[in-house]
């Protein structure tokens, strides 16, 4: 078996493998630096720039944007009608984003003036992997194409908010990371991992529950979305008490959703209530931040969560259908039976508790090794280690069932 074939022969493999390492190395620095700053463990160490900017960049535009990439060259072609993208539309953007966050990963480490670049390239490789989709999507004559669509924008605007975050740290500029952060949590990420639910969602559903109805109203679909875009806006503009109403929109919105898609039946399959239980998460970080906006407008002064509301998007929500999404295609992609990896429900459960710590660190501030925060930074580690040890070489090897890909 020579191993660069089989790598290179399909977008899923060579995107996720890099997600899969990218997920330990961004929580491996991130349990560094709290082991020194919230557990005492040792001095903290010096970064050249504040640790929360660097944790920022790799969580919002590093940890995932391999895996979306992976899911959606795998997905996306087939969602209007195309065929699977050729090498040359996928292995230069993988080699892109893979270079220019090693050039990240020194620029903190080593030489600060490489962040910056480094990012630069990252963007370069995304714009060059959302051309190749967007190519697809346009060659395609098929009549539904309203989710291909808003993927593409998406990713266009996490071109925008990688390239404003090089700026951001080639100027040192706190404003800026503040609203490159912004765009990349609720103008790229929400809407890709929402919009690829939604597609995908009632589909799973259907082919696993008997009688299942599937429910593709777009009504609430822009709802959600919208609530985004208010949501992204309201922050920018500095009126993080009025966006409120917005994000209790979203919050009822998909919780109604889930109701709809009926998440009490889909728990006949592992896997497929993963992926309801992980959009449970959405909603209840619409919720929080609702909590946090509208006591900032009628307690001032009284905070309402700290954090809580972000981790619940960011480790709640992206982090528990990460954990469903790439474990679905990566069986399915690999020639295995997606009902065979009980594995990974198990981890799921794991992962579900690694978030309720994060949550709880918010109010339970405890100091040294009890430490809430670090805590959960370690079991990020822990689930996503036994998750890769089990999953990573499957992204070199042959399928056992010998068809390509």
Request: with cysteine; aromatic share 16%.
């Amino acid at each position: 078996m020579k191993l660069a074939p089989v790598f290179f022969s399909a977008p899923h493999r060579v995107m996720f493998f890099a997600g899969a390492l990218q997920t330990l190395l961004t929580m491996l620095f991130w349990a560094v630096d709290l082991g020194a700053r919230y557990a005492g463990l040792y001095t903290p160490p010096v970064w050249p720039v504040p640790a929360l900017w660097l944790h920022a960049a790799l969580m919002i535009y590093g940890l995932f944007s391999f895996f979306v990439f992976g899911f959606l060259m795998t997905a996306l072609p087939k969602w209007v009608g195309q065929g699977p993208l050729a090498q040359g539309q996928f292995v230069p953007a993988f080699v892109l984003l893979v270079v220019g966050w090693l050039l990240f990963y020194a620029g903190f480490l080593f030489v600060a003036a490489l962040m910056p670049v480094g990012l630069i390239i990252v963007a370069l490789g995304w714009a060059f992997g959302t051309w190749s989709l967007f190519s697809s999507v346009r060659a395609s004559m098929s009549d539904h194409k309203v989710h291909a669509w808003v993927v593409l924008s998406a990713l266009s605007a996490g071109i925008v908010g990688v390239t404003l975050y090089a700026l951001a740290l080639a100027r040192r500029d706190a404003v800026l990371i503040q609203a490159a952060s912004e765009i990349g949590l609720w103008l790229f990420l929400v809407p890709v991992f929402f919009t690829v639910t939604y597609r995908m969602l009632p589909f799973f559903s259907g082919s696993v529950v008997r009688g299942y109805v599937e429910y593709r109203s777009l009504r609430p679909f822009w709802i959600v979305l919208a609530s985004c875009l208010l949501h992204a806006l309201g922050v920018v503009a500095e009126l993080r008490a009025w966006f409120w109403p917005a994000d209790l929109v979203g919050a009822g919105t998909v919780f109604w959703l889930a109701w709809r898609w009926q998440i009490h039946k889909v728990f006949v399959s592992h896997l497929l209530a993963m992926h309801h239980v992980a959009g449970l998460w959405l909603g209840v970080a619409f919720l929080l931040f609702a909590l946090q906006g509208a006591t900032e407008v009628f307690l001032p002064g009284q905070g309402a969560g700290g954090r809580a509301p972000l981790h619940a998007l960011t480790v709640g929500y992206f982090g528990s259908i990460l954990l469903g999404m790439a474990t679905r295609v990566t069986l399915g992609h690999s020639g295995r039976l997606i009902s065979s990896d009980v594995w990974a429900w198990r981890l799921f459960w794991m992962f579900q508790g690694v978030i309720l710590l994060r949550l709880a660190g918010e109010w339970l501030v405890w100091a040294g090794v009890t430490n809430l925060i670090w805590l959960s930074a370690l079991g990020w580690l822990l689930v996503f280690g036994m998750w890769s040890r089990v999953h990573l070489l499957m992204y070199v090897k042959p399928r056992p069932d010998g068809r390509p890909g």
